[in-house]
């Protein structure tokens, strides 16, 4: 099944491409979870659109009481300083189409993330260096990642965003020339140092997808293969060959 622009053509009015990407990644998961993985692992595909609201630390009201008066009081007593600064910021709530892999373990540990690049991830510096920032974090944590960027209608190089955040000095950072691409990282230790690898793959329109590596661990890893979950979604999604 050819890749197909999702973005800029006939097919974007049918098939919006978050539909496409929603259902890609849950078919990853399928494929993942369908034999390749071993037993002790499993894949979770995880979907979150910008204005979607996510709470990491929560204050709760327990049974609907609320403080005593004389709580109430003693919590108001105490008046925090005025600040040194306020400086304007713009927050963007950041688009996530990503597969997990995690690993059985005394409880889920996160081996590998797959993330499928969105346009609102390349549209603006802002965007691009917290995506940047989220995967750095995953390598930084031994956490093996892939990227895939099929956005026609954006043109950010966020695995040069990448590469430049982890500071990797030398040659520029790897260029697809159809600015479309797939690639797969893994952090190695060896002789006391930390490495990165990465396998890197140009995507085209009218072209098939390639696999990559996908590293669970040190020295095991499983075959990506995005043709078949490609063609997947689209046989899913009835989008024509």
Not at 92 to 97: K, N, S, T, V
Request: net charge negative; proline share 7%; aromatic share 8%.
């Amino acid at each position: 099944m050819p890749l197909l622009d999702h973005f800029r053509s006939a097919w974007s009015g049918d098939w919006p491409w978050d539909g496409v990407h929603a259902n890609w990644a849950t078919k990853i998961a399928d494929l993942l979870n369908g034999g390749l993985l071993p037993a002790d692992y499993h894949a979770i595909s995880l979907i979150k659109r910008g204005g979607q609201v996510e709470i990491d630390v929560a204050t709760l009201q327990q049974g609907g009481e609320i403080a005593s008066a004389g709580e109430a009081v003693a919590a108001a007593a105490w008046a925090p300083p005025q600040p040194a600064a306020v400086i304007p910021v713009e927050f963007q709530q950041e688009d996530l189409f990503e597969v997990q892999v995690l690993r059985r373990f005394g409880g889920a540990h996160l081996r590998a993330a797959i993330e499928l690049v969105s346009p609102a991830n390349k549209d603006r510096p802002g965007n691009r260096h917290a995506f940047a920032v989220k995967c750095g974090s995953y390598l930084y944590q031994g956490i093996s990642l892939v990227i895939i960027d099929v956005v026609t209608e954006r043109q950010g190089n966020l695995h040069a965003e990448l590469m430049k955040l982890l500071q990797i000095n030398g040659a520029p950072a790897w260029q697809s020339p159809t600015n479309l691409y797939a690639v797969a990282y893994q952090i190695v230790s060896a002789e006391s140092q930390r490495r990165l690898r990465t396998w890197p793959e140009p995507l085209g329109i009218g072209k098939p997808l390639p696999t990559l590596p996908l590293w669970l661990e040190a020295d095991l890893s499983v075959p990506l293969r995005l043709e078949d979950s490609y063609r997947a979604m689209c046989s899913s999604l009835r989008i024509p060959a």
